[in-house]
């Protein structure tokens, strides 16, 4: 299943990839979507390339009943992103979401960028299931968790660019 999401700032883009490469502002999302508990790291520098790493233990009571059952109470979710040094006013990178135990991946590229109104972070990639007969459904069900998880990253970071973190 094919997934695009932009999220939109109020603040230029090297003001967003400082933040992004914030672990304080990292732990602020992940607690903002609703894990129970979080953990992240982030490796290199704003300025040029960085990666962020996170770990995180959902609840999933918003997983479809028949689906719990694959994956227990709760879940882990790890997250990795790996930015590039900016280029031409703009900036790539790749991201990967796995599911710990449950044969649920997203792989993406990223791009930020300028907009008129401030900056836009571009998600666009692959959420895959491996699951025979019900891949279709476990996809669906895990792309309202994914879009859940991009509108909480974008809310946590409108309220940290302005100044009042989570």
């Known amino acids: ?42 490796v290199g520098d704003p300025r040029t390339g960085f990666t962020v790493t996170a770990r995180r233990r959902m609840p999933t009571d918003a997983i479809p009943a028949q689906f719990r059952g694959f994956v227990g109470s709760t879940l882990e979710v790890r997250h990795v ?12 990178g790749s991201v990967v979401v796995e599911i710990v135990g449950a044969p649920v991946r997203f792989t993406g590229r990223l791009r930020l960028g300028p907009t008129a109104e401030g900056a836009e972070v571009l998600v666009d990639g692959d959420l895959k299931a491996s699951v025979p007969f019900v891949a279709a ?21 409108r309220a940290w660019l302005a100044g009042n973190p989570g």
Do not use: T
């Open 81 to 92: 992103e790996a930015w590039e040094p900016p280029a031409d006013g703009e900036r790539r």
């Open 137 to 157: 459904a476990i996809e669906e069900a895990a792309a309202g968790a994914v879009q859940a998880a991009l509108d909480a990253e974008e809310e946590a970071g």
């Open 1 to 42: 299943m094919h997934l695009r999401a932009a999220l939109r700032y109020d603040a230029d883009p090297a003001r967003v990839a400082a933040m992004m490469a914030d672990v304080a502002f990292v732990e602020d999302k992940l607690r903002r979507s609703g894990a129970l508990d979080q953990h992240a790291e982030v």
